[in-house]
């Protein structure tokens, strides 16, 4: 089973694809969709162009998104709102299941600690799927975090 996760943002969106065969997680590629943040509807374009071509390419059976939690900033919590719905449409007309996660159980998925912080939710991402080098952005490593949540919630949702 491959799974994409996804960490919206604005100008970087993270994004993590792992594969889950026999109980065992292993990471298939992670990075970002770069933006520049001065541009709204070619930004939106381009997020779901590069969204595309992950698809495509990767043929993921499962997707999942980081659901907005908390922003101290109004606009902020407003742009990268935006952002999620160009990626939820996206992901829906390739018609891809889609599961939602918070920062609190993603954080609970990869370090059973809902308080970790982004250096203990790296760390954890590497360890579970084997990885030696550091991942960079944080925003993949945060992907790959709700690909892995994502991976442990389905088998339960399944009963």
Not at 11 to 39: P, W
Not at 93 to 99: A, E, F, R, T, V
Request: hydrophobic share 40%.
């Amino acid at each position: 089973m491959i799974i994409l996760g996804i960490d919206p943002g604005t100008t970087q969106i993270g994004f993590g694809i792992i594969e889950k065969k026999n109980n065992k997680l292993a990471c298939v590629v992670y990075g970002i969709i770069k933006n520049t943040g001065k541009d709204k509807p070619r930004d939106y374009q381009n997020t779901a162009e590069r969204l595309s071509d992950l698809i495509k390419k990767y043929s993921p059976d499962l997707t999942s998104v980081e659901r907005l939690f908390m922003f101290k900033n109004q606009k902020t919590v407003m742009t990268v709102s935006e952002m999620r719905g160009v990626i939820m449409l996206t992901l829906a007309n390739h018609g891809l299941p889609i599961y939602e996660f918070t920062p609190l159980q993603v954080k609970q998925a990869v370090s059973s600690y809902g308080r970790a912080d982004k250096k203990q939710v790296e760390n954890m991402v590497r360890l579970i799927l084997g990885l030696k080098e550091k991942i960079r952005p944080d925003d993949a490593a945060d992907a790959l975090a709700i690909a892995i949540c994502c991976a442990n919630s389905y088998n339960w949702q399944q009963g």
